[in-house]
Nanobody
Framework: EVQLVESGGGLVQAGGSLRLSCATS????????IGWFRQAPGKEREGVSC????????YYADSVKGRFTISSDNAKNTVYLQMNSLKPEDTAVYYC?????????????????WGQGTQVTVSS
């Protein structure tokens, strides 16, 4: 059974940091790219970042470049999203997703498996 379990969300003040984790199981981790998406109330789901488990190549949305860092621990089949200098507009439910044939890194249609999400709230 494929599972992606997010953790690490919470409430933080603007300027603060959080580290999200995405623990995966049930598929060959090295064959997949893992992406982070977010969805705020009333807004469309947005691709935030993505990492290829095979070669470590990464993607970042312009809105998070320089503030967020994605990393992968292949021994633990886990991907992390370090979020620094958080802003109120980063408030959303954050989801991780796995896709085998990911080209763009921000297109949710390219991802096959999804986690349940973790809430991130940034207060001003």
């Amino acid at each position: 059974e494929v599972q992606l379990v997010e953790s690490g969300g919470g409430l933080v003040q603007a300027g603060g940091s959080l580290r999200l984790s995405c623990a995966t199981s049930g598929f060959t981790f090295d064959d997949y790219a893992i992406g982070w998406f977010r969805q705020a109330p009333g807004k469309e789901r947005e691709g935030v970042s993505c990492i290829s488990s095979s070669d470590g190549s990464t993607y970042y949305a312009d809105s998070v470049k320089g503030r967020f860092t994605i990393s992968s621990d292949n021994a633990k089949n886990t991907v992390y999203l370090q979020m620094n200098s958080l802003k109120p507009e980063d408030t959303a439910v954050y989801y991780c997703a796995a896709g085998m044939w990911v080209l763009a890194g921000h297109d949710s249609e390219e991802f096959d498996y999804w986690g349940q999400g973790t809430q991130v709230t940034v207060s001003s």
